[in-house]
């Protein structure tokens, strides 16, 4: 189980042009944190860096239980959730098939996805074709994959953007639970998350 997120000294380049350096941040189980600052900057890159899938130039993330030290590997593998600005889904599917496609994969079930499902108000669009969804409705059913198949550590790349004042007001409900069971919230924004968050900005 992770306690805390440790980021220490990360910086990250693009081509020749280094998009941050020297950034730090402690986050720990209750907390959440916004990552803030003009577009460019490297807010997408620093989520993908905590996840594993881009090395930095410098610096290190560190995962800790209330043991020690947890394998990195293991524990973006088992512990963490990354949400993209694109939501990933298959515009031929069902959109019942792709989110209990992806539950699956990422551990949950069929039984869990249609309750996440209707905890988002996605069920009366479970059996259209993902490509005729909006872009919210879109955005709820990757959401869905959150509350599906629990991890402990969010990784969100603007998780509002397309998100109608309801949808928002109801995921915010959702992150502030996540909160209270011991989870923890990195979001990559340009609008304030509607829980109470630290700010990180990028860039200052």
């Known amino acids: 189980m992770i306690r805390h997120l440790q980021i220490q000294g990360l910086a990250a380049r693009r081509g020749e042009r ?43 993330v560190t995962f800790t239980s209330s043991e020690g030290a947890l394998d990195a590997a293991e524990a973006r593998a088992g512990a963490c959730h990354l949400l993209g600005h694109q939501d990933g889904l298959k515009g031929a599917r069902l959109a019942e098939e792709e989110l209990e496609f992806q539950v699956r994969w990422t551990g949950g079930t069929a039984k869990s996805a249609r309750a996440a499902a209707e905890r988002l108000g996605l069920t009366r669009l479970l059996r259209l074709p993902v490509r005729v969804l909006s872009a919210g409705q879109r955005r709820r059913l990757a959401l869905a994959r959150l509350l599906a198949s629990p991890r402990q550590l969010w990784l969100l790349d603007e998780p509002l953007s397309p998100l109608d004042a309801a949808s928002r007001s109801l995921f915010g409900e959702v992150m502030a639970e996540h909160l209270a069971g011991g989870g923890l919230i990195l979001a990559a924004v340009h609008d304030p998350l509607p829980v109470t968050a630290r700010e990180a900005r990028l860039g200052a």
């Open 18 to 60: 280094t998009l941050f350096s020297g950034f730090n941040l402690g986050l720990a189980t209750g907390e959440a944190a916004a990552l803030t600052g003009a577009n460019g900057v490297g807010k997408t890159t620093l989520l993908r860096i905590v996840a594993g899938l881009v090395q930095p130039d410098a610096g290190l």
